[in-house]
């Protein structure tokens, strides 16, 4: 590492850095969630899912506009 400090115009002996610490935080923390995307694909993977059947009512679903010339009509 000595060998950058001619590299840096200017070096701040107090600078804080993350260093290998941050840096292993950093990857567990990508890790933990690769590992949870991988289980929620999985378990999303499982899900069975059926739509009930559309009715003639569901079908064509009522505006503002269609209650309003509906109750125009009487």
């Known amino acids: 590492m000595t060998h950058l400090?001619?590299?840096a115009k200017e070096v701040d002996e107090n600078k804080v850095t993350?260093?290998?610490?941050?840096f292993v935080v950093f990857a567990a923390m990508a890790l933990a969630?690769?590992?949870l995307m991988k289980?929620?694909?999985r378990h999303m993977g499982r899900v069975e899912?059926?739509?009930p059947p559309e009715t003639?009512?569901?079908a064509r679903p009522t505006t503002t506009s269609d209650a309003?010339?509906?109750a125009r009509r009487g």
Do not use: I, Q, T
């Open 68 to 70: 309003d010339s509906e």
């Open 39 to 41: 289980s929620m694909n």
């Open 49 to 51: 899912f059926k739509e």
């Open 33 to 35: 969630v690769w590992v």
């Open 56 to 58: 003639d009512a569901d």
């Open 18 to 22: 993350p260093g290998v610490l941050g």
């Open 5 to 7: 400090v001619p590299l």
